[in-house]
T-cell receptor, first 112, second 110 residues
Framework: DAGITQSPRYKITETGRQVTLMCHQT?????MFWYRQDLGHGLRLIYY???????DKGEVPDGYVVSRSKTENFPLTLESATRSQTSVYFC???????????FGEGSRLTVL | KNEVEQSPQNLTAQEGEFITINCSYS?????LHWLQQHPGGGIVSLFM???GKKKHGRLIATINIQEKHSSLHITASHPRDSAVYIC????????????FGRGTQLTVWP
């Protein structure tokens, strides 16, 4: 099906473990984004990508790594998960940097 | 201080009522987005506007650039409109970088 999908939808892990959240979109959108959503903070940008092999930091990038070898995929990796990274993570895409955003369903991550 | 403030934080209404959610901001913007987040988490873009007014079904969004204020109106509200409504600013500086409000939780009772 066309759209933007995230996996896993739910993940429980332990402090120190590596976790990768996957994001896949079928529209060939150039721009992709990772946000985290926490109570009291709203959505905050972690990383974004303007095209394959082009990524840049957002507002809260520490502790996260991204890559974009293919236009349709934008994985987010927590190299050594911490409890403060317990959050709901949203991937989004846009055909242009200033256009409408399309969000995935979210990935709820709990770090114990 | 957050660049974007929404009011009210929580709103309860009876089915059929006219709803207004406000978004005020303190910085220059190139566009403003209204998003809807239903229980369970999915986020949907409702409007993106840089001037004037847009309408889609029972939803109307307006923006006054001079006053740095936007409103989202819902006419003839329905329980399925119950969701969190989020205002987000595009400051035009970093492509795709939006500044999000904390959202307004709307509950519409039948």
């Amino acid at each position: 099906d066309a759209g933007i999908t995230q996996s896993p939808r739910y993940k429980i892990t332990e402090t120190g473990r590596q976790v990768t959240l996957m994001c896949h979109q079928t529209w060939s959108h150039s721009y992709m984004f990772w946000y985290r959503q926490d109570l009291g903070h709203g959505l905050r940008l972690i990383y974004y990508s303007a095209a394959a092999d082009i990524t840049d930091k957002g507002e809260v990038p520490d502790g996260y790594v991204v890559s974009r070898s293919k236009t349709e995929n934008f994985p987010l990796t927590l190299e050594s998960a911490t409890r403060s990274q317990t959050s709901v993570y949203f991937c989004a895409s846009s055909g242009s940097g200033a256009g409408e955003l399309f969000f995935g369903e979210g990935s709820r991550l709990t770090v114990l | 201080k957050n660049e974007v403030e929404q009011s009210p934080q929580n709103l309860t209404a009876q089915e059929g009522e006219f709803i207004t959610i406000n978004c005020s901001y303190s910085v220059g913007i190139s566009a403003l987005h209204w998003l809807q987040q239903h229980p369970g988490g999915g986020i949907v873009s409702l409007f993106m506007l840089s001037s004037g007014k847009k309408k889609h079904g029972r939803l109307i969004a307006t923006i006054n650039i001079q006053e740095k204020h936007s409103s989202l109106h819902i006419t003839a509200s329905h329980p399925r409109d119950s969701a969190v409504y989020i205002c987000a600013l595009d400051r035009g500086s970093t492509l795709g970088r939006l500044y999000f409000g904390r959202g307004t939780q709307l509950t519409v009772w039948p």
